[in-house]
């Protein structure tokens, strides 16, 4: 959603050429001629009737970008009048269980964060790495322990989108619960640094495929009005998983032994072993069947995701489907399929611009220096008791599950520029407020243990806040900016970015610390108001609209053919939505007679 400044919010006028009538370019195309799937003997007939990808038809003007973006802009299909006499009960039942049960495959980073940097500040298990002497790891062992996770999901994330592309969005996220059932077992046996490493690479790699699995099925099969809130409901399964462990992780700092920790690390047994044997019951998305040719399991896949409760389409969900085949079909027919889709146009590049750069932003909101390091941070906000380090990390848990759940809910309520602005700039602002602590009192080694709690309040409201807003948009943008047969590749391009982000923040963050002292979080601050700028004036709104739809809102010329698709589909079931209605008004006024 737009901010109060609507016009300002928009990308350079050149990024876009459309024709200056584009509201009515095209609409008379005959819809029949354009459904058809991708073949020699239908090209011609496509090509001539709407823009060809290889001679495109000439723009008569350029569209003003803020007409593009404007927020007022609402979902060019509609609600017939007759499809609310149909139900959809067992469609939408259906739809939502299966998005929930692959949900558990959690977000990865909540978990895997609330856990590891639990345990990695335990004494029993410094004590098992064999530091029972000094009481630390090493600082080199530190240092790598916690950012090589995002090494390997970043390894991870990008054979995913290889994956995901030949073999399926529910093969990748079957691959993924495989590699977890590895990585905790060699994090459970770990006897020594070299093997935590490993575990942590293979741990990061099968989270890697998750994510990927996960968000790209979710955005394919829910609908657009849904699309934000089940999106989060692995950020929701996340957080859930992380309370469990950080609840184990608090119970444990009162006993000895090895139990504690390896019981906190086995919570990750229980989704993994649920997806796996649930999985081979669940359907393809209908995209992913379309995209590689099986259009009658498509078709049967969207009428079981979006059907009736008879197995019929209702107007709306016929207009996405055929919005969709034509989406999918324009990219076939103009090999939008290579690498050259993310930079040979204008729209490719704005498209490529925005959705990777959202990427970048998480690392610099100040977990990095927390995150596994959060015993020196206690300290540093002169909070030096074990329990009650580990008993706040154990309410922000708790805390970041209604925010998740409020988050979800509200991202298809305010949109998702609204999301990313009010996450990023609240982070901003408090940690510029905990630059102003740090330096005043910690740099300066005063005992001020109110500056300490007011300092750790700061994370605490910050994080959560994060999780509300933040969180939520910052893996299904990627999923909505970019096309069908880019979508995989491009998550697995943004996963990438981010994960080498995140390593360089994490690995960055002792010796930053070591060398800014508290000028950590006004550097943190400043690169947090840059992607609060860069959004406020490029990223374009997404929410309420179709996957294909997107196209239509970025400029491209799918989107010409989207659009030409689903009014045509529109304007004949209206036609014969209004003799239905009158045949059912009739047949009512003859009863009553």
Not at 101 to 128: C, K, R, T
Not at 145 to 171: C, E, H, N, T
Not at 300 to 321: C, I, K, P, Q, V
Not at 341 to 359: G, K, P
Request: hydrophobic share 40%; glycine share 8%; aromatic share 12%.
């Amino acid at each position: 959603m737009h901010s109060a400044s609507a016009s300002s919010s928009t990308p350079p006028d050149t990024l876009v050429d459309t024709d200056d009538d584009f509201e009515n370019d095209a609409c008379e195309t005959e819809v029949t001629s354009l459904l058809p799937r991708p073949s020699s003997s239908s090209s011609a007939s496509l090509s001539s009737q709407t823009p060809s990808p290889s001679s495109p038809k000439k723009r008569k003007g350029k569209m003003k970008t803020q007409d593009i973006l404007d927020d007022k802009s609402t979902s060019i299909i509609h609600t017939a009048p007759e499809d609310h006499l149909l139900s959809t009960r067992k469609s939408t039942r259906y739809r939502w269980i299966v998005i929930f049960i692959l949900s558990i495959s959690g977000d990865g980073w909540s978990y895997e964060a609330s856990v590891m940097s639990s345990v990695l500040n335990m004494p029993q298990f410094i004590a098992h790495m064999g530091y029972a002497d000094t009481g630390v790891l090493p600082k080199t062992a530190n240092m790598l322990i916690g950012p090589i996770y995002s090494l390997g999901q970043l390894l991870g994330g990008l054979v995913g989108g290889w994956f995901a592309d030949r073999f399926g969005r529910k093969s990748t996220l079957h691959l993924g619960t495989v590699l977890v059932l590895l990585s905790t077992s060699l994090l459970i046996w770990a006897p020594n640094v070299g093997v935590l490493i490993f575990a942590r690479i293979v741990q990061g790699a099968a989270i890697g495929l998750l994510i990927l699995g996960f968000q790209i099925y979710t955005a394919e099969v829910a609908n657009q009005k849904e699309r934000g809130f089940l999106s989060g409901t692995s950020l929701i399964s996340g957080c859930i998983f992380s309370t469990i462990a950080s609840a184990v992780s608090y119970g444990v700092t009162y006993s000895d032994g090895n139990w504690g920790w390896r019981l906190a690390l086995a919570v990750s047994y229980i989704p993994s072993v649920v997806l796996f044997f649930i999985l081979p019951f669940i359907p393809e998305t209908p995209r992913y069947y379309y995209q590689k040719g099986r259009e009658e399991q498509a078709r049967e896949a969207m009428l079981r995701f979006h059907g009736t409760d008879d197995g019929r389409f209702t107007n709306r969900s016929e207009a996405e489907y055929e919005g969709m085949k034509a989406a999918l079909h324009y990219d076939q027919e103009a090999r939008n399929e290579g690498w050259s889709a993310f930079y040979s146009t204008r729209v490719a590049r704005f498209r490529t611009f925005c959705a990777l750069s959202s990427q970048l932003i998480w690392p610099w909101a100040g977990q990095s220096a927390w995150t596994y390091y959060f015993g020196r941070m206690y300290t540093y906000a002169q909070i030096t008791d074990v329990h009650t380090q580990f008993g706040i990390n154990l309410a922000l848990s708790i805390a970041q599950i209604f925010a998740a759940i409020l988050g979800s809910y509200l991202l298809d309520k305010l949109g998702r520029r609204v999301a990313f602005l009010v996450g990023i700039g609240q982070a901003a602002i408090f940690l510029f407020i905990q630059c102003g602590l740090a330096v005043h009192y910690f740099d300066t080694n005063s005992n001020n243990k109110t500056a300490g709690a007011v300092f750790v309040s700061c994370y605490f409201i910050s994080q959560t806040l994060w999780v509300t807003f933040f969180s939520p948009v910052v893996y299904l943008y990627v999923c909505e900016m970019f096309a069908g047969p880019m979508r995989a590749r491009g998550f697995a391009v943004g996963n990438a970015i981010s994960m080498l982000g995140g390593f360089i923040a994490l690995v960055s963050a002792t010796p930053t610390f070591d060398s800014l002292k508290g000028y950590t979080w006004l550097l943190f601050g400043a690169i947090e108001t840059a992607f609060f700028i860069n959004i406020f004036f490029l990223y374009p709104e997404t929410k309420g609209r179709t996957l294909e739809e997107i196209e239509t809102v970025l400029g491209s010329h799918a989107g010409d053919r989207v659009k030409s698709v689903i009014t045509g589909v529109q304007r004949s079931n209206s036609h014969e939505g209004d003799l239905r209605l009158r045949s059912v008004g009739r047949t009512q006024d003859s009863l009553s007679a």
